[in-house]
């Protein structure tokens, strides 16, 4: 066999086209999109229902409390729920697959930045997750000091919420970012490995 | 633009379908060169129609459809080929695609041009995975500036690999005739 590229055309061309059932093909691909588009709404609605649950609750709370400092918790408590439902939407839009019409140099380098973007979420996990939700929680603990004068009550309620957000703090930026930085180099060694090693 | 049309091609259906007729061997002929397995192809192929039907609407005319095409499906392919890895290893593919070599070179019955056809398609998979790419894009005609745009390599680096895979290539022929 001569090994020229026009050579190689022709018997790479041979088997021709395909037969293909275009009907069913477009029947199939419609239905795995739809399937496709409703998996992901559901997915948003329910991060989008989780803090508005949040909201909702703690503005019910606001709405039956009598002191304005605890009201002011109450709202501060409510609004942090509207904020991170708002702040994972916006990166569940981040998140999605790279677009596939970039060039295969471009689109490997954006699988590997999607991990880049989640690495940098779990470390900022502190201020748009934690912190907004602590305070809200730490002011009303101090309202309620205020009323009742039960600084034990109060003590626990700062600690309490304080421990656990300390724990989430410290599984996200440490085992959180590490499992992620082992599978961002794990892919960028599988893409290398792939592209250039022989089949 | 809404979801469902591109204005320059008319609706979506009416898109997918054209790039079916005119593109379906192409896709074959892709899935061909990334997966020995026959059921793992069907899955490429029918990974590369969602991919191209979900990318329909943002096409824009920036490229050439044919680019922009070769793009989408390369890119579904090495989506899929990456998932698939970090399942099970890459060794697995090479037996299918020793097996499909040998069942040609022991099918006397076989067309010619069959043999020569699974023997390249054989040779076009033991190439690295940027290689058989190019090499691809090259069968099916795509000029060096349009393979640029597929891959994002320099005409340069495009026309380097192309002469060292055409060599790799002749081996592994040459030596499959030789222990003929």
């Known amino acids: 066999m001569n090994e020229s590229y026009d050579e190689l055309r022709a018997i790479w061309s041979s088997p021709g086209a395909p037969s293909m059932d275009v009907d069913r093909i477009v029947r199939d691909v419609q239905q795995k999109s739809n399937e496709l588009k409703r998996m992901i709404r559901f997915r948003d609605w329910r991060e989008m229902a989780g803090g508005a649950l949040v ?41 999605r697959d790279p677009p596939r019409d970039q060039s295969s140099s471009a689109y490997r380098q954006a699988l590997l930045d999607s991990y880049t973007r989640q690495i940098a979420l779990l470390k900022t996990v502190k201020y748009w997750y934690l912190l907004p939700l602590w305070l809200g929680l730490t002011g009303l ?7 009742s004068g039960d600084w034990i009550a109060c003590l626990v309620s700062i600690a309490a919420p304080t421990l656990i957000f300390a724990l989430l703090w410290w599984l996200n930026e440490s085992p ?19 592209e250039e090693k022989e089949g | 633009m809404s979801d469902d049309s591109n204005p320059a091609n008319g609706s979506r259906e009416e898109t997918f379908r054209r790039l079916l007729r005119d593109f379906g061997a192409a896709i074959q002929r892709l899935a061909n060169s990334y997966e020995a397995d026959p059921a793992l192809r069907e899955d490429l192929i029918q990974e590369v129609y969602l991919a191209l039907w979900q990318s329909i609407p943002t096409f824009r005319a920036e490229s050439s459809e044919r680019t922009w095409l070769y793009r989408v499906a390369h ?34 019955r076989t067309l010619i041009r069959d043999e020569q056809h699974s023997a390249l398609l054989h040779a076009i998979r033991l190439l690295p995975l940027i290689d058989r790419r190019i090499v691809t894009l090259h069968l099916d005609s795509l000029s060096y500036a349009e393979i640029e745009q597929v891959t994002g390599l320099s005409q340069s680096a495009i026309a380097t690999r192309l002469t060292r895979a055409r060599a790799r290539i002749a081996a592994t022929i040459g030596t499959k005739e030789n222990r003929q």
């Not at chain 1, 909201?55 to 605890?70: G, P, Q, Y």
């Not at chain 1, 959180?176 to 792939?194: A, C, F, P, T």
């Not at chain 2, 080929?81 to 006397?108: D, M, T, W």
């Open chain 2, 75 to 108: 890119n579904t392919a090495i989506s899929t080929i990456l998932s698939s890895n970090r399942r099970r290893h890459r060794e697995q593919i090479l037996p299918a695609g020793f097996e499909s070599a040998s069942k040609v070179e022991s099918a006397e």
């Open chain 1, 176 to 194: 959180g970012v590490r499992y992620l930085q082992r599978k961002q180099v794990e892919l960028s060694s599988l893409i290398q490995s792939l």
């Open chain 1, 141 to 147: 603990a101090l309202a309620q000091w205020r009323i």
């Open chain 1, 55 to 95: 909201a909702a609750i703690f503005l019910w709370f606001a709405s039956t409390a009598s002191d304005s400092l605890v009201r002011a918790g109450h709202l501060w408590t409510a609004a942090s729920g509207v904020w991170i439902a708002f702040y994972i939407r916006r990166y569940s839009l981040l998140r």
